[in-house]
């Protein structure tokens, strides 16, 4: 289940492992629990959040006919996806 800490948004987040070392999110639930499969990954780049914080990778993901981003960050105690809140 989804974890709002200030403006990020950790998901539970679905993805698939090729086996010459590529990540792909197939789908994510929010916090509501409802689940959104990723229709297309656009690009996949290093990044930061401006609006929440955090580094990591940046995975622009089409998502019900928008584009979102969603971030993967590694960090101590383990990765994390998360989504920027827009509240």
């Known amino acids: 289940m989804a974890k709002r800490i ?3 948004v950790y998901v539970d987040t679905t ?3 090729s086996s010459d070392g590529e990540i792909r999110p197939l789908s994510i639930v929010w916090e509501d629990g409802r689940r959104y499969e990723i229709t ?3 690009d996949c780049v290093p990044g930061a959040s401006r609006r ?3 580094a990591g ?3 622009t993901c089409i998502v019900d006919g928008k584009e979102v981003h969603l971030y993967f960050e590694d ?3 383990g990765a994390k996806w998360f989504l920027e809140s827009k509240a």
Do not use: D, H, S, T
């Open 6 to 8: 200030g403006y990020k």
């Open 15 to 17: 993805v698939r492992f």
């Open 40 to 42: 297309r990954v656009k």
């Open 52 to 54: 929440a914080g955090g």
């Open 57 to 59: 990778l940046v995975y």
């Open 75 to 77: 960090c101590p105690g």
